[in-house]
């Protein structure tokens, strides 16, 4: 069987239509239906990142490590090129260390970025998140207010890894027949969702958490593991 080319699944997951003959594809293969579900959910979570999630700057005390350190490499005398290769070889450790050091303080700038500005944001409301039958899960739900919109921040830390599918953050109106997919929950994690403009968390004041499969069907899949309720 010829499956779907990644490229044109990517194009699929970023909302373009698919062509007649992967569309029929997908209607009857699995394996190509999972890695468009795993796509659609890398895009989704991609859009999530909002513009106040910028890296920040690595601390003076970094650069003025590596500056210092440089600096000790520098002598007034002349040795041979072969001296000087091995006395700068043990020092190389040193910048890649450094380097490696100021990537992550840059990749985890994200999170640095997110704290930061949830340490002045204003919570609109927060929820308690508890399991339904058949589940374990407990969790909390909190809506808040920064410079770019609303945005939904979902911790449920005693989710276990599901064994065939992946959990799935809704919001849904009080008598959850009306529900609105935010984005995906990685099992046993928190995860900051940017709500949709003009979403009004009192018309949708639940909170769910359900499991969902890789079918390709989009809807609730009406297994639930936690939910709760906002209020102000």
């Known amino acids: 069987m010829s499956h779907c080319d990644d490229d044109e699944l990517a194009v699929i997951a970023l909302g373009e239509p698919a062509r007649p003959a992967d569309e029929a594809h997908l209607s009857t293969c699995s394996r190509c239906q999972s890695r468009l579900d795993q796509l659609a959910g890398v895009v989704g979570t991609a ?3 909002r513009p106040e999630d910028h890296p920040v700057t690595p601390p003076d005390s970094v650069w003025a490590g590596i500056t210092d350190e440089l600096a ?3 002598t007034g005398s002349v040795t041979s090129l072969d001296a000087e290769r091995e006395r700068r070889r043990p020092r190389l450790w040193l910048v890649a260390a450094s380097a490696a050091a100021v990537g992550l303080l840059v990749g985890g700038g994200l999170v640095a970025a997110v704290n930061g ?3 002045t944001s204003d919570v609109i409301a927060s929820a308690t998140l508890n399991p339904l039958e058949g589940s ?3 969790g909390t739900a909190k809506v808040e ?3 770019a919109g609303d945005t939904l921040t979902v911790s449920v830390t005693d989710l276990p890894a599901p064994a065939d599918g992946y ?3 809704w919001m849904a109106t009080a008598d959850t027949t009306t529900m609105v997919a935010i984005g ?3 099992a046993g994690s928190q995860a900051t969702f940017a709500l949709p403009p003009g979403m009004d968390p009192t018309q949708f004041p639940v909170v769910d958490v359900s499991l969902e499969h890789f079918d390709g069907d989009a809807a609730h899949s009406a297994t639930s593991v936690a939910r709760g309720q906002l209020t102000a």
């Open 47 to 49: 859009r999530s990142i």
């Open 145 to 147: 207010k920064v410079s």
């Open 136 to 138: 374990t899960a407990h």
């Open 167 to 169: 959990y799935e953050v």
């Open 72 to 74: 000790s490499d520098q």
């Open 184 to 186: 995906t929950l990685p």
């Open 117 to 119: 500005s949830r340490t």
